[in-house]
C-alpha cells in the first residue's frame, strides 16, 4: 500500500528561523515527487523532483529527493511569516497518480 | 491572468439534485485533474483526463460523472447529490500526463443540504 509520511506534523517558529520539512515515502511506480505549499485552499506548485541527489531551489526554498532511500526535504531559510501554510509531499506515479499525505503545518510568527 | 478557474466557487444545494462544477485552464495543458478535498484535507484524485480522454478513474460513485469538450476544460457533473459529497472540489492541470507539476484551481466549496 502506498504511503506518504511527512515529520513534522506541525512546527511553529519565529521569523528568520531556518526549517527543514522531512517527507519518506513508499510508492509502487514511483515517477517524481512533487511539493506544494497550501495557504487556505488551493496548492501552490513548489518543486518537482526526479533525480536523487540534484537539489532544486526558489530562492529562499530548496529540496533534494534521496530515491534510494525514499526520502525528500524540504528546506525554507529566513522564514517569513508569509511562509505559513501546509506543506504538502506528493509522490507521483508513472500513471500520473498523487499520493496525498496529511502535509506539515508550518507557522511563523513575527 | 488566472491559469485554472473553477466555476462557481460557492455551490450550495439540497440532497437529490443534480449540478455541474466547470473547470477551464488557460496555460496550454493536456492533462487535467479533478481532486476532492476531505474534512481532513486530504486530496483525493478522483479523475484524469488527457487531451480528452480518460486516463484516471479513482474509484467514485458512478453519480460522478467527468466531460471534456476539449482539452482546455474538464467540467463534473455530480447527479442526486447526497451529504457526503460536501467537500471542496479543486481542478488542476498539467502539461502532459508523464511531467510537470499540476497546477491548481481555487476550488469549489460544495454544500449539501
Known amino acids: 500500500e502506498d504511503k506518504v509520511v511527512q515529520s513534522p506534523l506541525s512546527l511553529v517558529v519565529h521569523e528568520g528561523d531556518t526549517v527543514t520539512l522531512n517527507c519518506s515515502y513508499e510508492v509502487t511506480n514511483f515517477r517524481s515527487l512533487l511539493w506544494y505549499k497550501q495557504e487556505k485552499k488551493a496548492p501552490t506548485f513548489l518543486f518537482m523532483l526526479t533525480s536523487s541527489g540534484i537539489e532544486k531551489k526558489s530562492g529562499r526554498l530548496s529540496s533534494i529527493l534521496d530515491k534510494k532511500e525514499l526520502f525528500s526535504i524540504l528546506n525554507i531559510t529566513a522564514t517569513q511569516t508569509g511562509d505559513s501554510a501546509v506543506y504538502l509531499c506528493v509522490p507521483r506515479r508513472f500513471t500520473d497518480k498523487l499520493i496525498f499525505g496529511t502535509g506539515t503545518r508550518l507557522q511563523v510568527f513575527p | ?113
Open chain 2, 1 to 113: 491572468d488566472t491559469a485554472v478557474s473553477q466555476t462557481p466557487k460557492y455551490l450550495v444545494t439540497q440532497m437529490g439534485n443534480d449540478k455541474s462544477i466547470k473547470c477551464e485552464q488557460n496555460l496550454g495543458h493536456d492533462t487535467m485533474y479533478w481532486y476532492k478535498q476531505d474534512s481532513k484535507k486530504f486530496l483525493k484524485i478522483m479523475f484524469s483526463y488527457n487531451n480528452k480522454e480518460l486516463i484516471i478513474n479513482e474509484t467514485v460513485p458512478n453519480r460522478f460523472s467527468p466531460k471534456s469538450p476539449d482539452k482546455a476544460h474538464l467540467n463534473l457533473h455530480i447527479n442526486s447529490l447526497e451529504l457526503g459529497d460536501s467537500a471542496v472540489y479543486f481542478c488542476a492541470s498539467s502539461q502532459d500526463a508523464a511531467g510537470g507539476g499540476q497546477y491548481f484551481g481555487p476550488g469549489t466549496r460544495l454544500t449539501v443540504t
